[in-house]
């Protein structure tokens, strides 16, 4: 740190009070830390420090922000002694999510054009079946009977028997 030795001064002038201003805001153990990373990130910056200005507030205004972005930090983070949660975060493989993936896209090819349609309208994209029908030009019957085969067929080339079967294929 080259700087004006009048600074420095005020800057070691400056530190009981910023300890006062940190153990207000923590312990005391957090506040020797927090002011230690406070004239640490003022060094780092001294080159914006005006020094028509007085030190302590611009000091203050540091150790605050810092004591901010560290309590925002500590917030999102999770204590994990035995390592339990860190456990639970994992995920399985999702090559199989992938190989599923691509056996639905096949069998969704091989129903019918009006089949896969109305499916995909009503089963994807949320459609209700009389939004399906006006957008097929088509009963509402006509719309439910599509989806119906259409989830039966599937059920059949993909081996899905029942609603168990999927959670079977869940990891």
Known sequence: MNTDRSIRDAMVAAIPHLRRFAVSLSSAQQADDLVQQTLL????KIRLFDARTDMLPWLITILRNQFYSEHRKRWREVEDVNGTY???LTTGPIQIAHVESADLRSALL???KEMREALIAVGYSGLSYEEAAQASHCPVGTIRSRVHRARERLGALLNIESP???AAMSP
């Open 110 to 112: 091989t129903l019918p």
């Open 164 to 166: 168990a079967d999927f």
């Open 41 to 44: 990130l003022a060094c780092d």
């Open 86 to 88: 860190a456990e639970r």
